[in-house]
């Protein structure tokens, strides 16, 4: 191949050029970008930037001057070297999810969830009740709790875990009174 020269507008040398060198080297350039990268499409993208910059470094392409093929790949690879770079400093993209209608959540379920809970709270005894507030609703650690209620950090851990046992059992025992509920199935199968 001749002298590559550049031009200051676009003419029919200037898609010879290009397609000159795509028919030449088009294909070892692929097979080598999508060996290092592994993905077709961006050897594909790779390929159209090295004619690129090959366009526009013509100038320095010469068979005289050394091999324009080891030109080219040397150009191809520090694209992938210069992207890969690139993508690592870059955040990950996500792809954009689909829009979806939101869900209008039934509230009815939590609503008697706390009504079960409030009523299984006047179950337990005012100590018991006073520690479940402090840490749970109050958001008290055991040690807070203790010296809120003046008492010490062990009866505190006792009386929370009692307290839960017997928030547990009085939940599951109304879920299994009511008709319907996987938890009466449950009881009426146990009995």
Do not use: C
């Amino acid at each position: 191949m001749a002298i590559l020269r550049p031009r200051n507008r676009r003419t029919s040398s200037d898609e010879a050029l290009i397609r000159s060198l795509y028919e030449e080297h088009g294909g070892a350039l692929i097979a080598y970008a999508t060996r290092l990268t592994g993905d077709r499409t961006a050897a594909e993208d790779v390929l159209q930037e090295t004619l690129l910059r090959a366009w526009r470094h013509a100038h320095e392409l010469s068979e005289s001057t050394g091999s324009i093929r080891g030109w080219l790949f040397t150009v191809a690879r520090n694209i992938i070297t210069d992207r890969a770079r690139a993508k690592s400093v870059r955040p990950t993209e996500v792809a954009e999810s689909p829009v979806t209608v939101p869900v209008s959540h039934d509230h009815s379920d939590q609503v008697v969830d706390s009504i079960v809970a409030l009523d299984a709270l006047e179950t337990l005894s005012e100590e018991h009740r006073s520690v479940l507030v402090e840490i749970y609703f109050r958001g008290r650690t055991v040690t807070e709790t203790a010296e809120h209620l003046g008492i010490p950090p062990g009866t505190v851990k006792s009386r929370s875990h009692n307290a839960m046992k017997s928030l547990r059992e009085h939940v599951i025992g109304r879920r299994a009174q009511a008709p319907g509920t996987s938890v009466a199935r449950v009881a009426e199968v146990t009995r």
